[in-house]
């Protein structure tokens, strides 16, 4: 059994992906559903998902968690709120009492794409990730490599918290250096509070021209620093599609951990996700 524990939909009758920008991109623009995703995820063995969100806009996440309710492959939701609003709290309550509210795992927010390495350390982003503890959710942490020490600066501050690293913290895998990602992703990853998701190094490479051998050294790097039970797979469908197919991004995973004992490839594709967002 699989747990794909990173994926996403959208629907451009809603809303834009104003993320959908140049020649490169392109193929995303169109909507990916629900429906599409079950047709790839399930015939690959994945029996339960984590949808996770896109655009930093309030009426999103109860669209996802909507989703969830009818969609049974869906177990939860990484949804987005404004962390920086006195209100966090109580808008973090309301999206649980809405359909599907009981799907609602984590928070995400672009900190990718602030301008301010330390965005996370922020007073005001930090009251709003102490409300997220307090909700017992996780926070989903999507950054680029010179954002890691921020990272481990806000979960030493925030113990009770579990902080999820998607992609890995974007190792730079097209350039074929570590550093200083690997030394950052250690740091991060010697606090408790803190697992790391197998997620999104395809389209981190060279799309047309990765291979799993060029992954290794990146997956190396996040087994030896989380370890199996800390560590979770995510297709990041439909981005993923820049660079290979579903069935191809869960196959290279599988032969990424491939040395790995039995019980040690479950927790990465099954149990872990399963723990760390109560699926």
């Known amino acids: 059994m699989t747990v794909d524990a990173h994926h996403h939909v959208w629907d451009l009758s809603v809303r834009d992906q104003d993320w959908i920008t140049g020649p490169e991109l392109a193929p995303l623009h169109r909507d990916f559903t629900a429906g599409e995703f079950e047709a790839e995820a399930r015939p690959a063995g994945v029996v339960r998902s984590v949808l996770v969100q896109t655009v930093t806009v309030p009426e999103e996440t109860p669209e996802l968690l909507a989703l969830a309710a009818r969609h049974e492959l869906i177990a939860g939701v990484v949804g987005w709120t404004d962390l920086t609003s006195p209100g966090v709290a109580d808008e973090l ?70 902080f999820v690293l998607d992609h890995l913290g974007k190792p730079p895998v097209a350039d074929g250096t570590r550093e200083p990602w690997a030394g950052a992703v250690r740091t991060l990853a010697r606090l408790p509070n803190t697992v790391g998701k197998l997620s999104g190094l395809v389209t ?76």
């Open 204 to 279: 981190e490479a060279d799309p047309a021209s990765w291979t799993v051998a060029g992954l290794r050294p990146y997956t190396e790097v996040a087994l030896e620093a989380f370890g199996p039970q800390r560590l979770m797979f995510g297709s990041d469908w439909p981005v993923c599609t820049l660079a290979a197919p579903y069935g191809a991004v869960l196959t290279a995973a599988r032969e990424l951990t491939a040395g790995l004992s039995e019980p040690e490839r479950t927790a990465v594709f099954e149990t872990t996700a399963t723990r760390i967002y109560d699926l």
């Open 93 to 162: 309550a309301r999206l649980r009492e809405l359909p599907g509210g009981r799907h609602l795992k984590g928070v995400r927010h672009q900190v990718q794409g602030e301008a301010d390495p330390r965005w996370l350390l922020r007073p005001d982003v930090r009251r709003g990730l102490a409300a997220v503890a307090d909700a017992g959710l996780v926070y989903d942490l999507v950054v680029r490599p010179h954002q890691l020490p921020a990272c481990a600066e806000a979960a030493a501050a925030h113990p009770g918290l579990t």
